[in-house]
């Protein structure tokens, strides 16, 4: 294990998932944490929360929970809060929160297309109002959002709100990265492309005939032939939480084996 983010405290809000599985927040905090970062394991659901906590001070690390939910403002306020009140500082804040409602512009209704702005973009919005006063008072500060490749191209599934706020998501982290570059906080966006992760099996599975079938499609769909993991997120999310990333902001990295650079079809 190297410390790459020795004397950081982190916050990872979506740091949860189901029970015994690997989700891109969890494996994300457990990764900050064996890395040397103490961190704040924030979910809506208080066992999700302490599940992936737990993992962390199960390894001998440094970890608590903490439940809010993100689209309550006074939820997120306390979740950064009691951040700072037990370490006396904050210097990552991940943001790891969103839904997929399926459905195109006819299908979708405006409760649905609101509520996933509200989760996916408002969570951003939120996290990083609570986060940046301290942020500014310490001249440092990072913060990474998870996005999707579905930001910035069609990846097959009709799911509009997704891509409307993922894509919502990435400007949002430019334009945070733009106007505090200057002050010692890094912005950066995280897309992920084909991952296997808990939230296919239970959004996307009904697409196909079978869990096979889709298996091997999603493999197929990418250069590399092959899907990513949550670890694979997690670990591009050290890497630009960490000093080693110093001279980067501003930026929406793929995450996709390939999957950005290609034409629909054409792989």
Same mark, same amino acid.
Request: glycine residues 8%.
């Given at each position: 294990?190297?410390?790459?983010?020795?004397?950081?405290?982190?916050?990872?809000?979506?740091?949860? !998932?189901?029970?015994?599985?690997?989700?891109?927040?969890?494996?994300?905090?457990?990764?900050?944490?064996?890395?040397?970062?103490?961190?704040?394991?924030?979910?809506?659901?208080? &066992?999700?929360?302490?599940?992936?906590?737990?993992?962390?001070? $199960?390894?001998?690390?440094?970890? =608590? &929970?903490?439940?809010?939910?993100?689209?309550?403002?006074?939820?997120?306020?306390?979740? =950064?809060?009691?951040?700072?009140?037990?370490?006396?500082? #904050? %210097? =990552?804040?991940?943001?790891?929160?969103?839904?997929?409602?399926?459905?195109?512009?006819?299908?979708? $209704?405006?409760?649905?297309?609101?509520?996933?702005? %509200?989760?996916?973009?408002? @969570?951003?919005?939120?996290?990083?109002?609570?986060? #940046?006063?301290?942020?500014?008072?310490?001249?440092?500060?990072? =913060?990474?959002?998870?996005? @999707?490749?579905?930001?910035?191209?069609?990846? !097959?599934? @009709?799911?509009?709100?997704?891509?409307?706020?993922?894509?919502?998501?990435?400007?949002?982290?430019?334009?945070?990265?733009?106007?505090?570059? %200057?002050?010692?906080?890094?912005?950066?966006?995280?897309?992920?492309?084909?991952?296997?992760?808990?939230?296919?099996?239970?959004?996307?599975?009904?697409?196909?005939?079978?869990?096979?079938?889709?298996?091997?499609?999603?493999?197929?769909?990418?250069?590399?032939?092959?899907?990513?993991?949550?670890?694979?997120?997690?670990?591009?999310?050290?890497?630009?939480?960490? $000093?080693?990333?110093?001279?980067?902001?501003?930026?929406?990295?793929?995450?996709?084996?390939?999957?950005?650079?290609? #034409?629909?079809?054409?792989?």
């Amino acid at each position: 294990m190297t410390e790459r983010l020795k004397d950081k405290v982190a916050i990872v809000f979506g740091a949860g !998932g189901p029970p015994n599985e690997w989700s891109n927040g969890k494996a994300t905090a457990v990764a900050f944490a064996r890395q040397g970062a103490v961190v704040v394991c924030v979910d809506r659901i208080a &066992a999700a929360a302490e599940e992936a906590a737990q993992i962390i001070c $199960d390894e001998g690390l440094q970890a =608590i &929970a903490v439940v809010a939910d993100v689209t309550r403002t006074a939820e997120v306020e306390r979740a =950064i809060e009691t951040a700072i009140e037990r370490y006396s500082r #904050l %210097d =990552i804040l991940h943001n790891n929160v969103g839904i997929a409602p399926p459905g195109g512009p006819m299908e979708l $209704d405006d409760a649905a297309f609101q509520r996933t702005m %509200d989760i996916n973009v408002g @969570s951003v919005h939120r996290t990083v109002r609570a986060a #940046l006063p301290h942020f500014l008072k310490q001249r440092s500060g990072t =913060i990474v959002n998870v996005s @999707s490749l579905a930001a910035i191209r069609w990846t !097959g599934y @009709s799911y509009f709100a997704y891509y409307a706020s993922k894509a919502a998501v990435n400007q949002a982290t430019v334009a945070i990265a733009l106007q505090y570059a %200057d002050q010692g906080v890094r912005a950066n966006a995280i897309m992920p492309g084909v991952i296997d992760t808990p939230m296919v099996y239970r959004q996307i599975s009904a697409q196909y005939s079978s869990v096979e079938e889709m298996v091997a499609a999603r493999k197929a769909a990418v250069p590399m032939k092959t899907t990513g993991s949550p670890w694979d997120i997690a670990n591009a999310a050290v890497f630009l939480a960490s $000093d080693e990333a110093r001279f980067i902001t501003g930026v929406c990295l793929p995450v996709d084996g390939g999957h950005s650079c290609v #034409l629909p079809g054409l792989v």
